[in-house]
C-alpha cells in the first residue's frame, strides 16, 4: 500500500524554538506539498516542491520554509515557532505531471506552539 | 485563477436519509474535480473524482458526485447516509489548463456532515 508518512502525529513546542517536520513518500511522486489546516479556513498551501531541490512559496510562505534533498523526502521548517503557528500540518503528494490524479496525503502533524 | 466554494459549514442528516454535500468551482479553463474525506485527527483520504466523460461519478463507500458544467458545480451525494459517514468532506479542483510544476489542487473550506441516528 502506497504511504505519505508524517513523523509525528502530535508535537509540542515552546515559542522560538526551530521545529522541523518531516514527510516521507514511497510512491516515486515528484510534487510534494505542505498545507496547514485551520477549522473555518479549509487548507492552505504553504510550500511545494516539483523536484529535488526545487521549492515554490505557496499562499501562506511567511515563517516558514522547506527542504527537499532527497526526493521521497519533504521536511517543513518552522524557523521559530510561534503561538501562531500552532495547527495542524499535513503533508501531500502527487505524480507530475498527474494532474488527474489527484493527491496522497499523510495522517497529519497536530502542532502546538505554548 | 481557480476557485472552490462549500457554502454549508455543516450538514445534518438523518441516518437512512439522502444526503447532499454541495460545492461549486471557477476555473479558466476545462476542471479536474475532487472530494476528499477527512476523519478526526486524520489525513485526508481520496473519494472520488471528475476527469472527463459521464457527468455522474462513483466512488468510495458509496458516494457519488454529479459533473454540472452549466452551473460549475459538483456536489457530493449518497442515497442512504450512515452514521459512520460522518465526517469533514473537502471539494478541490484544478484547471486542467495549467502547466508547470506543482499540479496544485485549489481547496474548499470543508463542510462538516453530521449524521444522527
Known amino acids: 500500500d502506497v504511504k505519505v508518512t508524517q513523523s509525528s502525529r502530535y508535537l509540542v513546542k515552546r515559542t522560538g524554538e526551530k521545529v522541523f517536520l518531516e514527510c516521507v513518500q514511497d510512491m516515486d511522486h515528484e510534487n510534494m506539498f505542505w498545507y496547514r489546516q485551520d477549522p473555518g479556513l479549509g487548507l492552505r498551501l504553504i510550500y511545494f516542491s516539483y523536484d529535488v531541490k526545487m521549492k515554490e512559496k505557496g499562499d501562506i510562505p511567511e515563517g516558514y520554509s522547506v527542504s527537499r534533498e532527497k526526493k521521497e523526502r519533504f521536511s517543513l521548517i518552522l524557523e521559530s515557532a510561534s503561538t501562531n503557528q500552532t495547527s495542524m500540518y499535513l503533508c501531500?503528494?502527487?505524480?507530475?505531471?498527474?494532474?488527474?490524479?489527484?493527491?496522497?496525503f499523510g495522517s497529519g502533524t497536530r502542532l502546538t506552539v505554548v | 485563477a481557480q476557485s472552490v466554494a462549500q457554502p454549508e459549514d455543516q450538514v445534518n442528516v438523518a441516518e437512512g436519509n439522502p444526503l447532499t454535500v454541495k460545492c461549486t468551482y471557477s476555473?479558466?479553463?476545462?476542471?479536474?474535480l475532487f472530494w476528499y474525506v477527512q476523519y478526526p485527527n486524520r489525513g485526508l483520504q481520496f473519494l472520488l473524482k471528475?476527469?472527463?466523460?459521464?457527468?455522474l461519478v462513483k466512488g468510495s463507500y458509496g458516494f457519488e458526485a454529479e459533473f454540472n458544467k452549466s452551473q460549475t458545480s459538483f456536489h457530493l451525494k449518497k442515497p442512504s447516509a450512515l452514521v459512520s459517514d460522518s465526517a469533514l468532506y473537502f471539494c478541490?479542483?484544478?484547471?486542467?489548463?495549467?502547466?508547470?510544476?506543482?499540479?496544485?489542487?485549489?481547496f474548499g473550506t470543508g463542510t462538516q456532515l453530521k449524521v444522527e441516528l
Open positions: 478541490a479542483v484544478r484547471d486542467i489548463r495549467l502547466t508547470g510544476g506543482g499540479n496544485k489542487l485549489t
Open positions: 471528475y476527469i472527463t466523460g459521464d457527468n
Open positions: 476555473v479558466s479553463g476545462n476542471p479536474y
Open positions: 501531500a503528494s502527487s505524480l507530475r505531471p498527474g494532474g488527474n490524479l489527484g493527491y496522497t
